[in-house]
């Protein structure tokens, strides 16, 4: 009977820990690189709606009980540590230690990175997804399409080593570790399958990463669509689906490239959780 007693308290003892809520959810935000641009008018802004001309790229790296998701991939590696870049006229880039490099300074193994997922394949969002060789690529059907067509739309080179990763195309959202915590959002119109991520965290709340659906605070303020982008009435659907979310959960907004934004928050080894 004493036996009983103790195994049940054990049972007990390990089914409250593994029916816990709590999936230790960590977001890690690395610096991926900077872009600068002379003229501004391009993102559907006028030079006189903002001063800001500098985008920060950021990479995050998500870690919950059950797995880990890198969300977007920064800039090109072939930039790292070549300074200041002109990538065309009044456009610099620049990008000083890789995302592999910091993440091996903390320990992270790339190989051990389960999930993959690119807000878009754009070249600032898919630097070093190639490397990510075990991981699940979780991409939206569109965006694989546009991809992979015979006349892609992005620059193939970034990213064709992809396409012999494990993948799980998707249709619209996807909650990736079925309990809530993470949830990709399908906000096409930039690209034909851009998506935004959406993340509960316990201490801090929810949070949404933009993707690109806003590059400024100004573009999101002013609504404005930029000249590189497939469907405007789709991009403004899904910016209206979003700030609904975004007021119905209560969530933080993190418009990605902002560079006031990304001098205010803690880079990794910090992390937000
Ligand atoms: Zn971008």
């Known amino acids: 009977m004493k036996h009983l007693k103790i195994l049940l308290v054990l049972f007990l003892i390990s089914s409250c820990a593994t029916n816990t809520n709590d999936p230790n959810l960590k977001l890690y935000v690395f610096d991926c690189g900077l872009i600068k641009f002379d003229d501004i008018s391009f993102f559907g802004l006028s030079n006189e709606d903002t001063e800001v001309r500098e985008l920060f790229v950021p990479c995050y790296i998500i870690e919950h009980d059950q797995g880990s998701l890198l969300w977007d991939a920064g800039l090109p590696l072939s930039f790292v540590g070549k300074g200041k870049i002109i990538t ?6 620049s990008y000083e230690i890789s995302l592999i490099e910091q993440m091996e300074k903390m320990n992270f193994k790339i190989d051990e990175i389960d999930f993959i997922a690119l807000s878009h394949l754009h070249s600032d969002h898919v630097g070093a997804a190639t490397m990510f060789k075990e991981a699940t690529w979780l991409v939206q059907e569109p965006e694989f399409e546009a991809a992979f067509s015979p006349s892609p739309i992005f620059d193939l080179s970034l990213y064709e080593g992809l396409k012999s990763n494990k993948r799980q195309i998707l249709n619209g959202d996807f909650d990736v570790f079925g309990d809530g915590s993470v949830t990709i959002l399908s906000a096409p119109g930039h690209t034909p399958g851009h998506q935004v991520l959406l993340l509960d965290l316990k201490a801090f709340g929810p949070l949404l990463l933009s ?3 806003y590059h400024f605070v100004k573009s999101r303020e002013l609504k404005s669509v930029p000249d590189f982008n497939v469907n405007a009435e789709e991009t403004l659907e899904s910016m209206s689906k979003i700030e609904n979310i975004i007021a119905t959960k209560k969530a933080t907004l993190w418009i990605e490239h902002s560079l006031d ?4 928050i803690d880079l990794a080894p910090a992390y937000y959780d």
């Open 261 to 264: 934004l990304s001098q205010t």
């Open 88 to 93: 065309r006229p009044g456009v610099e880039q």
């Open 211 to 213: 993707g690109d659906l």
